[in-house]
């Protein structure tokens, strides 16, 4: 099956500093990786979707010089969480879809738990 | 954009009860809705999913409605184990923009031995 890999699965950093999780797809090609933030007890809210080879776009409210994110190839996507603060800390997990993947089915990394401090 | 909601927020059943939770959805575009099963701590995973130019769809324990006038689609579990407990997301998934999709706020499904 699609095997998505999320790096670092937890992370924790100073405020001000910046953070850069990677998620990888390992056995396809994703052409669209989605990024999502997760608050404790709480959905899955879609921040942004990126696209290999061109600009993410990001959902209302997500800001984009906060939350960068990258899509070099069709197996990497990054997303730096830039000058960190403590609202920041969540658990941020990347999903992506195949080139074959008709139906929108999602394949999810392990996820990133970032605590600010 | 779309909006899905999904109840109840937390279901308590007896093992070998069934559990049903609901969710509807707002845009008439959404054409996928998977299910998934989150562990504490893990990644979800897709349980079932169903297209929308079907109306059910089963496998073993596991069963999905769709109702596309009404925009509202269920999850059935029947025979529940307590391994079944875990939250379980409803989503839906539009074609456009790379097929984003949206979820629910999510049922924490807790099964009593």
């Known amino acids: 099956g699609a095997v998505v890999s999320q790096h670092p699965s937890w992370v924790i950093c100073k405020s001000g500093t910046s953070v850069k999780i990677e998620c990888r797809s390992l056995?396809?090609?994703?052409?669209?990786m989605f990024w999502y933030r997760q608050f404790p007890k709480q959905s899955l809210m879609l921040m942004a979707t990126?696209?290999?080879?061109?600009?993410?776009?990001?959902e209302q409210g997500v800001e984009k010089d906060k939350f960068l994110i990258n899509h070099a190839s069709l197996t990497l996507s990054t997303l730096t969480v830039t000058s960190a603060h403590p609202e920041d800390s969540s658990f941020y997990i990347c999903?992506?879809?195949?080139?074959?993947?008709?139906?929108?089915?999602?394949?999810f990394g392990e996820g990133s738990r970032l605590t600010v401090l | 954009g779309e909006n899905v909601e999904q109840h109840p927020s937390t279901l308590s059943v007896q093992e070998g009860d069934s559990a049903v939770i609901k969710c509807t959805y707002s845009?008439?575009?959404?054409?996928?809705f998977p299910w998934y099963k989150q562990e504490l701590g893990k990644r979800p995973q897709l349980i079932i999913d169903?297209?929308?130019?079907?109306g059910e769809k089963k496998d073993q324990r596991i069963a999905v409605t769709l109702n596309k006038t009404a925009k509202h689609f269920s999850l059935h579990i029947t025979e529940t184990q307590p391994e079944d407990s875990a939250v379980y997301f409803c989503?839906?998934?539009?074609?456009?923009?790379?097929?984003?999709?949206?979820f629910g706020a999510g049922t924490r499904l807790f099964v009593k031995a």
């Open positions: 056995d396809f090609q994703a052409t669209t």
């Open positions: 989503a839906a998934s539009i074609k456009t923009g790379g097929f984003k999709t949206i």
């Open positions: 845009d008439s575009a959404s054409n996928y």
């Open positions: 169903i297209r929308s130019n079907v």
């Open positions: 990126s696209n290999e080879g061109s600009k993410a776009t990001y």
């Open positions: 999903s992506a879809r195949g080139l074959a993947a008709q139906t929108g089915e999602l394949f």
